[in-house]
């Protein structure tokens, strides 16, 4: 059984940077193409980024390409997502998921199986 589990959110102001991270438990954690997305009450969940199994692909939603940086460590079981000069909107609940299967380009939630419960992250203006 695949678990992910978020963790790093919290409240920040704007302009600050905040690193979230997953932890990939259950399952070969280098099989997995990963992902975040983020979801604001009343709102769809929506893509922020993805990466591949090896790292060597990620995608990025356009709004965030240039502020936020992806990444894992496939020693430790992890990804990061790395958040710079956070603005108000950013304001979310952000989820780590994971599908196994071949190495690509995923973005849409039905991409993924597998879902952590999430972390806040709050900026405030």
């Known amino acids: 059984q695949v678990q992910l589990e978020e963790s790093g959110g919290g409240l920040v102001q704007a302009g600050d940077s905040l690193r979230v991270s997953c932890l990939v438990s259950g399952g070969a954690f280098s099989k997995h193409n990963v992902a975040w997305f983020r979801q604001v009450p009343g709102k769809e969940r929506e893509f922020v980024v993805s990466?591949?199994?090896?790292?060597?692909?990620?995608d990025y939603a356009d709004s965030m390409k240039d502020r936020f940086t992806i990444s894992r460590d496939n020693a430790q079981n992890m990804v990061f997502l790395d958040m710079n000069n956070l603005k108000p909107e950013d304001t979310a609940v952000y989820y780590c998921a994971a599908r196994t299967g071949y190495s690509g380009r995923y973005t849409h939630i039905s991409d993924y199986a597998y879902w952590g419960q999430g972390t806040q992250v709050t900026v405030s203006s």
């Open positions: 990466i591949s199994r090896g790292g060597t692909i990620t």
